[in-house]
């Protein structure tokens, strides 16, 4: 079966510095991975994903990832943190050999401080 | 567009009491979802659609069933609500295709509580 692991509950980051939401996947066959962003008291909403080709993903709102075989990774990351960023971000995985829908982290709060 | 839209956004039951609950999307997607939400636990599929008249079992259906009578509208239906129900549920769609990899669409959620 597959899972996502969501290493970080918070992360802080100063308004300007680059962020890092971690997540790392484990998967029986080919890894599709994906990143969701939560704003309060709203549904999520779709950022990025990879399912093929290039290792790093580039997303909505300037996010990009990278996904990294070896490690079994897929980082969210932003060069420049907005406090417009801050939010509920939720790494996900799709195995094909399971049900359709995806299995979600727990979920990282990122709070970008100005 | 309205996207997806969930009814009611709020809802308090008394254990055993029963409701249904309304997903209605407008963009012409084959496949639909329900998820429930609970603290420290991200999002769990409870049910799924991948057309008309088809539904399927995600990993927590228990207490659940679902119906998908028309294309646009996904029903979740609690037949006798239980305290542990408790949750915010999201609805959402997607197109179909890619096994699936398409990114989901979802609603604004459902707050419910089970007392």
């Known amino acids: 079966a597959q899972s996502v692991a969501q290493p970080e509950d918070q992360v802080n980051v100063a308004e300007g510095n680059p962020l890092t939401v971690k997540c790392t996947y484990s998967?029986?066959?080919?890894?599709?991975l994906f990143w969701y962003v939560q704003y309060p008291n709203r549904g999520l909403q779709f950022l990025l994903k990879?399912?093929?080709?290039?290792?790093l993903v580039k997303g909505s709102y300037g996010f990009e990832a990278e996904f990294n075989k070896s490690q079994t990774s897929f980082h969210l990351k932003k060069p420049s943190a907005l406090v417009s960023d801050s939010a509920l971000y939720f790494c996900a995985v799709r195995d094909l050999g399971g049900a359709d829908g995806l299995t979600f982290g727990k979920g990282t709060h990122l709070i970008i401080q100005p | 567009n309205a996207g997806v839209t969930q009814t009611p956004k709020f809802r308090v039951l008394k254990t055993g009491q029963s409701m249904t609950l309304l997903c209605a999307q407008d963009m012409n997607h084959e496949y639909m979802y329900w998820y429930r939400q609970d603290p420290g636990m991200g999002l769990r599929l409870i049910h799924y659609?991948?057309?008309?008249?088809?539904?399927a079992k995600g990993e927590v259906p228990d207490g659940y069933n679902v119906s998908r009578l028309k294309k646009q509208n996904f029903l979740l239906g609690l037949e006798s609500a239980a305290p542990s129900q408790t949750s915010v549920y999201f609805c959402?769609?997607?197109?179909?295709?890619?096994?699936?990899?398409?990114?989901?669409?979802f609603g604004p959620g459902t707050r419910l509580t089970v007392l």
């Open positions: 659609s991948v057309g008309e008249g088809t539904t």
């Open positions: 998967v029986s066959g080919n890894p599709y």
């Open positions: 959402a769609s997607s197109y179909g295709g890619l096994a699936g990899l398409n990114e989901q669409f």
């Open positions: 990879y399912i093929t080709g290039d290792n």
